[in-house]
């Protein structure tokens, strides 16, 4: 195939993509249900990494910790990048595109979240993060990524709902505090749904460790003014171990390998069913927060989890037909 070429080939295409899957080749479903299960703990780093975060921002200032996280992120993945494949270069064709699209997924979005989060309870930050994956369905259409049907449209609007209850009966909901809050919360959504939906294509001609690596470092370009100005505020000499490790947890594997595997996830199953199990990153923070921080959970928010994990299920399900058969196969 044509190394220039941003269109997905049938060999490359997810399931239900733009080309289709005919006949699964030797693997495919082992191959698959690993990438899901390594996306799966990737959810798990990234609910942690909100615990993680929010500890290490008391001390470090958020964009700064941000475009150092990424910095040390990009190091990190341009050293792996030259040993498992010989070289760092992209044809320069690719270069706008990939540093593009990380500027906006890694970049823009480190810098509305948390100015958002200056201005609206976390609960409303999280409801509205949480339509990234919806944003992503319909844009991944769009992009010519990923095919939109009913079903994984219906998979979204239930693991949302589910979202919106976990929230609800948690830190609360009360959407309107800050309507620029709100709208740069949802402008954060939107950028990583753009970057995961365009990024896609590109992997039809690099492969996932590349192309996140060159949109890492294109997000810290972006992060590195405000970061640098946030920097001299610091009082470094005043900043913790534990602050330090946080830091290192989040640049290297909330950050670095955990983009990896999922644009992996992306290349083989599509954005749309890769950033559903996104929806599951709420009700995780809130189990997390439970077993080491004492944080009690409400059973509505159980309940939510169980619908979370529904819409998920529809999501990936091959067919409706198939998801029937999951269900029954679990009834005794």
Same mark, same amino acid.
């Given at each position: 195939?044509?190394?220039?070429?941003?269109?997905?080939?049938?060999?490359?295409?997810?399931?239900?993509?733009?080309?289709?899957?005919?006949?699964?080749?030797?693997?495919?479903?082992?191959?698959?249900?690993? @990438?899901?299960?390594?996306?799966?703990?990737?959810?798990?780093?990234?609910?942690?990494?909100?615990?993680?975060?929010?500890?290490?921002?008391?001390?470090?200032?958020?964009?700064?910790?941000?475009?150092?996280?990424?910095?040390?992120?990009?190091?990190?993945?341009?050293?792996?990048?030259?040993?498992?494949?010989? !070289?760092?270069?992209?044809?320069?064709?690719?270069?706008?595109?990939?540093?593009?699209? &990380?500027?906006?997924?890694?970049?823009?979005?480190?810098?509305?979240?948390? !100015?958002?989060?200056? +201005?609206?309870?976390?609960?409303?930050?999280?409801?509205? %993060?949480?339509?990234?994956?919806?944003?992503?369905?319909?844009?991944?259409?769009? @992009?010519?990524?990923?095919?939109? !049907?009913?079903?994984?449209?219906?998979?979204?609007?239930?693991?949302?709902?589910?979202?919106?209850?976990?929230?609800?009966?948690?830190?609360? +909901?009360?959407?309107?505090?800050? %309507?620029?809050?709100?709208?740069?919360? +949802? &402008?954060?959504?939107?950028?990583?749904?753009?970057?995961?939906?365009?990024?896609?294509?590109?992997? @039809?001609?690099?492969?996932?460790?590349?192309?996140?690596?060159?949109?890492?470092?294109?997000?810290?370009?972006?992060?590195?003014?405000? &970061?640098?100005?946030?920097?001299?505020?610091?009082?470094?000499?005043?900043?913790?171990?534990?602050?330090?490790?946080?830091? +290192?947890?989040?640049?290297?594997?909330?950050?670095?390998?955990?983009?990896?595997?999922?644009?992996?996830?992306?290349?083989?199953?599509?954005? !749309?069913?890769?950033?559903?199990?996104?929806?599951?990153?709420?009700?995780?923070?809130?189990?997390? &927060?439970?077993?080491?921080?004492?944080?009690?959970?409400?059973?509505?928010?159980?309940?939510?989890?169980?619908?979370?994990?529904?819409?998920?299920?529809?999501?990936? @399900?091959?067919?409706?037909?198939?998801?029937?058969?999951?269900?029954?196969?679990?009834?005794?």
């Amino acid at each position: 195939m044509n190394r220039g070429s941003h269109a997905l080939d049938a060999s490359k295409a997810p399931a239900g993509g733009p080309a289709g899957v005919g006949v699964p080749a030797p693997g495919w479903g082992t191959s698959h249900r690993a @990438a899901e299960l390594a996306v799966l703990v990737v959810i798990v780093a990234w609910a942690g990494n909100f615990i993680v975060v929010k500890a290490a921002n008391r001390e470090i200032p958020p964009i700064t910790f941000a475009f150092i996280r990424f910095t040390l992120a990009s190091a990190l993945l341009l050293v792996l990048l030259r040993w498992r494949e010989g !070289t760092i270069r992209v044809p320069l064709r690719d270069v706008a595109p990939m540093m593009g699209l &990380g500027a906006l997924g890694f970049g823009l979005y480190q810098v509305l979240w948390p !100015t958002a989060l200056q +201005l609206i309870p976390a609960g409303d930050s999280a409801f509205l %993060i949480a339509t990234a994956p919806v944003f992503t369905a319909l844009f991944a259409s769009i @992009a010519g990524s990923d095919t939109l !049907t009913s079903r994984k449209l219906t998979g979204a609007v239930v693991s949302f709902a589910g979202v919106g209850i976990v929230v609800a009966f948690g830190p609360g +909901l009360g959407l309107g505090a800050s %309507i620029l809050g709100d709208l740069l919360t +949802l &402008g954060a959504a939107v950028c990583w749904a753009v970057y995961t939906s365009w990024g896609a294509p590109i992997l @039809a001609s690099h492969s996932p460790l590349r192309t996140t690596t060159w949109a890492m470092v294109g997000g810290a370009i972006v992060l590195a003014p405000i &970061g640098a100005w946030q920097a001299t505020s610091a009082d470094w000499g005043a900043v913790s171990a534990g602050a330090w490790a946080g830091f +290192l947890y989040s640049a290297f594997l909330a950050a670095g390998v955990a983009n990896v595997i999922v644009f992996h996830g992306v290349s083989l199953l599509g954005p !749309t069913r890769i950033t559903a199990f996104q929806f599951l990153v709420p009700f995780i923070a809130v189990v997390l &927060g439970a077993l080491f921080l004492a944080e009690a959970i409400q059973p509505a928010q159980l309940i939510g989890g169980a619908v979370i994990i529904a819409g998920v299920s529809i999501t990936r @399900a091959m067919s409706v037909g198939a998801l029937v058969g999951r269900i029954r196969a679990l009834v005794p």
